[in-house]
């Protein structure tokens, strides 16, 4: 079975600039969540989709970050403009959850790095 | 801030030993999973433990949740090099569809 891909692996821009990224979930996974992970701290949850639905974007910071997963599978993060803090890992992970517990494993993608000069 | 707290936030230990890690958090729960993270594997799933659940076993895992004092522990018994890594503690608060994860815990396994 495949993973979840992601590209690119690795990004660096400079502040102001926009950068988008890519992931491709399992297939037939109905939830697909992107996660900003800062050196040395935890993965945070930046959105949430249920098919093409918005599950939670609480934490989004929708001035710069917007996000969309068209038809339901595919899914882009994209910031404009970069800042300096935006520098993370970037995950995508899917999970098969199709209800509203929520209780399916997350499988993660390998990430994309981005760094903000 | 929901997010939990895990410690230690650093353990070092010799190959064969045991480790224990603890995640805590603030408000209810529905369940609790457990990830570890390496540069090899990317960030993988191991366990989830349910909310009127005390225990669950694993392999070599052994995962405790005690709602009352709202944490969780992760043994890993007989540790191995591989096990090293970062685990980390991804909570779903009650009325919540989404997973908060904890600060992690670095585990270094020395052969």
């Known amino acids: 079975e495949a993973g979840v891909a992601q590209s690119p692996r690795y990004k660096i821009i400079e502040k102001r600039q926009s950068v988008a990224f890519w992931c491709n979930p399992i297939s037939g996974h109905a939830t697909l969540y992107w996660y900003q992970q800062i050196l040395g701290q935890g993965p945070k949850l930046l959105i949430q989709?249920?098919?093409?639905?918005?599950?939670?974007d609480s934490q989004l910071p929708k001035d710069r970050f917007s996000a969309e997963r068209l038809k339901g599978v595919d899914s882009t993060l994209k910031i404009q403009p970069a800042k300096l803090e935006d520098s993370a890992v970037y995950l995508c992970a899917s999970s098969l959850e199709r209800g509203s517990t929520f209780e399916n494993e997350q499988f993660f993608g390998p990430g994309t790095r981005l760094t903000v000069l | 801030s929901q997010q939990g707290e895990e410690d230690p936030q650093a353990l070092s230990i010799q190959e064969g030993e045991n480790a224990t890690m603890n995640c805590s958090y603030k408000?209810?729960?529905?369940?609790l999973q457990w990830y570890r993270q390496n540069s090899g594997r990317g960030l993988v799933h191991l366990i989830l433990?349910?909310?009127?659940?005390r225990e669950k076993h694993s392999g070599r895992l052994r995962v405790t949740l005690d709602t009352s004092k709202k944490s969780s522990s992760l043994l890993i018994t007989a540790s191995r090099a591989a096990d090293t890594a970062s685990y980390f503690c991804?909570?779903?608060?009650?009325?919540?569809?989404?997973?908060?994860f904890g600060t992690g815990t670095r585990l270094k396994v020395l052969a």
């Open positions: 408000t209810s729960i529905n369940n």
């Open positions: 991804a909570s779903k608060f009650s009325g919540t569809y989404k997973y908060i």
């Open positions: 989709f249920q098919n093409n639905g918005v599950v939670d």
């Open positions: 433990i349910r909310s009127n659940e």
